[in-house]
Structure formats: C-alpha cells, structure tokens
Nanobody, 126 residues
C-alpha cells in the first residue's frame, strides 16, 4: 500500500520559513515524480512545483519562484518543500503527490498523480 505523509506545516510569521516533508512508503521515489500542490481557503487547488525522476524542477506558481525549493532524497524516500520568505498569500493546505512516470515527466494537473498525502496546513500570520 502506497502512503504519502506530509509534515512540517504550522503557523509562521510573514518572512519566516518552513520545510515540509513528504515521506513515501510503498513506492520508490527512484521511479516517481513528486508534485507539491496547495489549496488556499476558498480557492481551488493549484500546482506549485514539481520534481521529475531525473531531478528536473518546474515551477507552476510564479509567486513562489525564488522563495520555494523542491528537493528529494531517494535514499530516504522523502521529498521536501523548502519555503522561505513566506507571505500571507502562502497560507494553504499543502499536499504532496506522486506519480510513477517517465523520467522527465512533470505536471501541474492533479489528475495525473496516482497518490496523495493527507495535507499539512501552513498558516502565515502576524
């Protein structure tokens, strides 16, 4: 059974940082693309960024460029989302998703991912 478990969310002041983790079991990250998505209150879920099997990164949310970084540690079967210079508008529930895909695949479309975590809440507030 495949499981994705996010952690690391919480309350942070504007300008602060958080690192989200996505621990994967039942699926090897060696053969998987990881996407991070978020859903802000009252808004639709959006793709934030993605890392392919080969390590290529695509940013889907322009607002996070230069502030968010995605990485993966295949030995630990864990992906990470480092979020710096957080803003009020980054408040959302963040989800990681995995897809067993071709080597260079990335997508902002949630339906192209097979597995999802339960989400972790990030609140940016002063």
């Amino acid at each position: 059974q495949v499981q994705l478990v996010e952690s690391g969310g919480g309350l942070v002041q504007p300008g602060g940082s958080l690192r989200l983790s996505c621990a994967v079991s039942g699926l090897s990250l060696d053969y998987s693309t990881i996407g991070w998505f978020r859903q802000a209150p009252g808004k639709e879920r959006e793709g934030v960024l993605c890392i392919s099997r080969e390590g290529g990164v695509i940013y889907y949310a322009d607002s996070v460029k230069g502030r968010f970084t995605i990485s993966r540690d295949n030995a630990k079967n864990t992906a990470y989302l480092q979020m710096n210079s957080l803003k009020f508008e980054d408040t959302a529930v963040y989800y990681c998703a995995a897809a067993e895909t071709a080597r260079y695949f990335c997508s902002r479309r949630g339906e192209q991912y097979n597995y999802w975590g339960q989400g972790t809440r990030v609140t940016v507030s002063s």
